[in-house]
């Protein structure tokens, strides 16, 4: 068993260029590897989050797209049907609607309204998650001059 072990090592030695002393290499080669397959893993995890992230904020960006429609409506309404909101050039910024209304579907929109020698222009902000520090924002708006 001896001798057979001995024509092992002679033979790593002559044909593999392998020395039975160092041992931890594989250790090392194994640790190498494992290192580069967690940072692809960490790399593919990276760009997967960021897909999310962007699904995400399409659907909230479609709420505060709407909800600023539904701002623009409710006071092109009110201005044209119900009566002039300000007088004829009253100015910049003669109505503004602050704090942000909300909507059914979870957004809110504030409205800002100038008149000026007989233009009006109507500028409605539709925004997701409305509150004092919501986590994430996304805003949409409308600009409407008649």
Do not use: W
């Not at 593999?16 to 494992?34: A, D, H, K």
């Not at 962007?54 to 119900?82: H, K, M, P, T, W």
């Amino acid at each position: 068993m001896k001798n057979h072990n001995a024509k092992l090592k002679i033979i790593a030695k002559r044909y593999l260029n392998f020395s039975f002393e160092q041992r931890g290499i594989i250790l090392l080669l194994v640790v190498v590897i494992l290192s580069a397959l967690f940072s692809i893993s960490i790399g593919i995890f990276n760009v997967v989050l960021g897909e999310l992230k962007i699904s995400g904020e399409i659907a909230d960006s479609f709420v505060a797209f709407y909800a600023a429609d539904q701002g623009i409506e409710r006071i092109l309404f009110r201005d044209r049907n119900q009566g002039a909101i300000c007088t004829v050039s009253s100015g910049p910024n003669c109505y503004v609607l602050t704090p942000p209304a909300g909507v059914v579907s979870g957004g809110c929109y504030s409205i800002r309204v100038n008149k000026v020698s007989g233009t009006t222009q109507i500028i409605a902000s539709g925004q997701y998650r409305c509150g004092i520090n919501p986590s994430r924002v996304v805003k949409r708006g409308f600009m409407v001059t008649y």
